[in-house]
């Protein structure tokens, strides 16, 4: 899959933005225990600034700026953690409990599943699929 999309020849570009909210490895000297403490805390408390500035919540905004400046049919492959901050900014609890349950367990998607949100032009955003395998079957 990931291989196969440059020997597609189809366009894509790499979007610094769409990163992780933490990275291991941000923070000097930082032993894999407290990253992972880190990354607990700001789950929890989405106002939580990280070490290296910023929130879950602003991780959302920064992927919805990504959204918000392209136009058409977009394509985002991005970090589980990121995917959930914009999903938690976005839609209400009912909403994302009736795509998947799970969700408010890890507060994250699985490794490699697909989310889909339809956007129309000067509509509400519509979480279609969260965490989905659907494409496997």
Same mark, same amino acid.
């Given at each position: 899959?990931?291989?196969?999309?440059?020997?597609?020849?189809?366009?894509?570009?790499?979007?610094?933005?769409?990163? #992780? $909210? @933490?990275?291991?490895?941000?923070?000097? *000297?930082?032993?894999?225990?407290?990253?992972?403490?880190?990354? /607990?805390?700001?789950?929890?408390?989405?106002?939580?600034?990280?070490?290296?500035?910023?929130?879950?919540?602003?991780?959302? #905004? $920064? @992927?919805?700026?990504?959204?918000?400046? *392209?136009?058409?049919?977009?394509?985002?492959?991005?970090?589980? /953690?990121?995917?959930?901050?914009?999903?938690?900014?976005?839609?209400?609890?009912?909403?994302?409990?009736?795509?998947?349950?799970?969700?408010?367990?890890?507060?994250?998607?699985?490794?490699?599943?697909?989310?889909?949100?339809?956007?129309?032009?000067?509509?509400?955003?519509?979480?279609?699929?969260?965490?989905?395998?659907?494409?496997?079957?």
């Amino acid at each position: 899959p990931y291989t196969t999309l440059f020997r597609s020849n189809l366009p894509y570009t790499k979007e610094p933005k769409l990163k #992780e $909210r @933490i990275d291991f490895g941000d923070v000097k *000297n930082q032993s894999y225990d407290n990253y992972l403490k880190l990354c /607990g805390i700001s789950t929890t408390n989405r106002n939580f600034i990280l070490p290296n500035g910023e929130t879950s919540i602003h991780t959302g #905004e $920064r @992927i919805q700026s990504v959204i918000d400046s *392209n136009i058409g049919v977009l394509l985002l492959v991005t970090h589980g /953690g990121a995917i959930a901050d914009y999903i938690r900014n976005t839609f209400n609890v009912d909403v994302i409990r009736d795509k998947w349950d799970g969700f408010f367990k890890y507060f994250s998607v699985p490794y490699c599943s697909i989310t889909q949100v339809d956007i129309m032009e000067n509509s509400i955003p519509k979480l279609v699929l969260l965490g989905s395998f659907k494409y496997l079957l």
